[in-house]
């Protein structure tokens, strides 16, 4: 019951800054919370390791700022539709939120939990699950940090994944567990 109230906590506290910052994900969910990796990874549709290509472009919908990238495809781990192939890119859509969303940065190489856009803002982009919590960066060591640091003291338990060798086994573990549900 309790880390209920704690999440539902959680939304409440996202929805009061969107709306402070007068900012809006057109026609997406950016008040996705996930309590732990294994939940973020069940319903992620989509998750993938990838390579930032580009700088990141602003443009304005309807008066809101967004952003957009392209991202190289180097590893897939889960892609529920099985359209997406490795070496090939897709273009991320962002709405920088601060902390809430940080925006990836060119040459990057990152651990992204995506789910496929639908909306008016642009065609043919994906959009980060539960926002900084489905985006990681991979050093040239194969370590994982996620972004947001202030944020990540509130959601520690989020942090079961150290490194690509540690993520491999993980990935393996969890899709399996998905399936069999």
Do not use: C, W
Not at 49 to 70: L, N, W
Request: zero cysteines.
């Amino acid at each position: 019951m309790a880390s209920f109230l704690i999440s539902k906590f959680k939304n409440y506290l996202i929805l009061l800054l969107l709306k402070e910052s007068k900012r809006k994900f057109i026609n997406g969910d950016p008040t996705e919370i996930f309590g732990d990796v294994q939940e973020l990874t069940e319903e992620s549709p989509i998750i993938i390791i990838g390579q930032v290509d580009t700088d990141t472009e602003e443009f304005e919908f309807e008066g809101v700022p967004f952003y957009k990238s392209e991202i190289k495809i180097k590893d897939i781990y889960k892609d529920t539709d099985g359209t997406l192939e490795r070496n090939t890119q897709i273009t991320l859509l962002q709405n920088d939120l601060g902390e809430l969303d940080p925006l990836v940065k060119k040459n990057e190489k990152v651990l992204l939990f995506l789910k496929k856009y639908e909306g008016p803002v642009i065609e043919d982009a994906y959009r980060l699950m539960g926002l900084h919590q489905g985006h990681y960066k991979i050093d040239k060591e194969g370590e994982i940090y996620p972004v947001g640091e202030n944020k990540l003291k509130e959601i520690s338990n989020l942090i079961e994944i150290s490194n690509l060798n540690v993520l491999d086994t993980f990935m393996e573990k969890a899709t399996k567990q998905t399936k069999n549900n």
